[in-house]
C-alpha cells in the first residue's frame, strides 16, 4: 500500500523560504514522478512541479508561473523529495500537497497536506 | 496563460446521472492530455477518480466514468449518491507541465 507523508514549517514570514519534505512508503520509488500541488484557503488547486526519481534537470518540471522562486530536489536514498519555494509572501498561503504519479498512471496517490502561513 | 475551465456549479438528485466537462483554452481536448478527475470533499485531500481519460484506479467507485465529449473531457456520475457531493477538479497534461480546472462544486440534492 502506497502512502505519502509530508511535513514542514507551517508558519512562515514574508520573504522567508518555504520548505517541505515528502516521503513515499511503499511501491516503486523510481516509477512514478514526484508532484507538488497547493491549495489557498477557499480556492482551487495549482500544480507547482514535478521530478522524478533521478532528479536530473531534464527531470524536473515547474508551473512558469512559480518557476523563478520554486526547488523541487529529490533523496532517492530515503525515498523522499523536498520543495523549496524561495521569498514567499501572503499569497503563497495554503495546503501543500504532494503527490506520486505521471501523466500515464496518474496523480493517485497524495500526502495528507500541510497548511502553511505566511504572516508577518 | 494555459487555462481550463470546468462549470462553477451543478446539481444532481439522489440516483440521477450528471456529466461534468473540462475544456482547454488552447482547443480540443483529446486523450493526449491524459484528463484526470479528482474527487474533494470539504477538509480532506483530493482523491483520485480517473487518469488517462477514462482509467480508473482501483478504489473508484464503478458510477464515475471518463470520457471526451464535445471537444472537452467529461466526468459521468451515473447513480449519484449523497456521498458524492463533493467538489471535482479535471487535470490536463501540457507535454511536461499541469494545469488543473478551477473546480466544479456538485450538489447531491
Known amino acids: 500500500q502506497v502512502q505519502l507523508q509530508q511535513w514542514g514549517a507551517g508558519l512562515l514570514k514574508p520573504s522567508e523560504t518555504l520548505s517541505l519534505t515528502c516521503a513515499v512508503y511503499g511501491g516503486s520509488f523510481s516509477d512514478y514522478y514526484c508532484n507538488w500541488i497547493r491549495q489557498p484557503p477557499g480556492k482551487g488547486l495549482e500544480w507547482i512541479g514535478e521530478?522524478?526519481?533521478?532528479?536530473?534537470?531534464?527531470?524536473?518540471k515547474y508551473n512558469p508561473s512559480l518557476k523563478s522562486r520554486v526547488t523541487i530536489s529529490v533523496d532517492t536514498s530515503k525515498n523522499q523529495f523536498s520543495l523549496k519555494l524561495t521569498s514567499v509572501t501572503a499569497a503563497d498561503t495554503a495546503v501543500y500537497y504532494c503527490a506520486r504519479g505521471d501523466h500515464i498512471s496518474g496523480l493517485g496517490h497524495w500526502g495528507q497536506g500541510t497548511l502553511v502561513t505566511v504572516s508577518s | 496563460q494555459t487555462v481550463v475551465t470546468q462549470e462553477p456549479s451543478l446539481t444532481v438528485s439522489p440516483g440521477g446521472t450528471v456529466t461534468l466537462t473540462c475544456a482547454s483554452s488552447?482547443?480540443?481536448?483529446?486523450?493526449?492530455?491524459?484528463p484526470n478527475w479528482f474527487q474533494q470533499s470539504p477538509g480532506q485531500a483530493p482523491r483520485a477518480l480517473i487518469y488517462s481519460l477514462n482509467n480508473k484506479h482501483s478504489w473508484t467507485p464503478a458510477r464515475f466514468s471518463g470520457s471526451l465529449l464535445g471537444g472537452k473531457a467529461a466526468l459521468t456520475l451515473s447513480g449519484a449518491q449523497p456521498e458524492d457531493e463533493a467538489e471535482y477538479y479535471c487535470l490536463l497534461w501540457y507535454g511536461g507541465t499541469w494545469v488543473f480546472g478551477g473546480g466544479t462544486k456538485l450538489t447531491v440534492l
Open positions: 488552447t482547443g480540443a481536448v483529446t486523450s493526449g492530455y491524459y
Open positions: 521530478i522524478n526519481h533521478s532528479g536530473n534537470s531534464g527531470s524536473i
